[in-house]
């Protein structure tokens, strides 16, 4: 079992950046790719980013690309999402995931773990 918790949501303005963290416990963090997805009122949940079990490969939804960075802290079990410039369509919970896989991985189906959630709120 790994279980996920996330923090460093809140309400922001256009424009303005936030950091989200998901500390891991349980087993071996370094074992498993990480994954960020986020799912807005009445939306499915959707792809955000990704990052494989060593940090060296990540991967992007193209409404992200360029404004948000994940990376990780294997000595931390922690896996962080950079988000700047944020527009107002980035409002979601924001959740992270662990899969047990070496490479990326984009498909809510191939996680095996969930976080709780943490809600992120762009005002315009």
């Known amino acids: 079992q790994v279980q996920l918790v996330e923090s460093g949501g809140g309400l922001v303005q256009a424009g303005d950046s936030l950091r989200l963290s998901c500390a891991a416990s349980g087993r071996t963090f370094s074992n498993y790719a990480m994954g960020w997805f986020r799912q807005a009122p009445g939306k499915e949940r959707e792809f955000v980013a990704a990052i494989s079990w060593s940090g060296g490969s990540t991967y992007y939804a193209d409404s992200v690309k360029g404004r948000f960075t994940i990376s990780r802290d294997n000595a931390k079990n922690t896996v962080f999402l950079q988000m700047n410039s944020l527009k107002p369509e980035d409002t979601a919970v924001y959740y992270c995931?662990?899969?047990?896989?070496?490479?990326?991985?984009?498909?809510?189906?191939?996680?095996?773990?969930w976080g709780q959630g943490t809600q992120v709120t762009v005002s315009s």
């Open positions: 995931a662990a899969g047990a896989h070496i490479s990326v991985v984009v498909l809510t189906d191939e996680y095996d773990y």
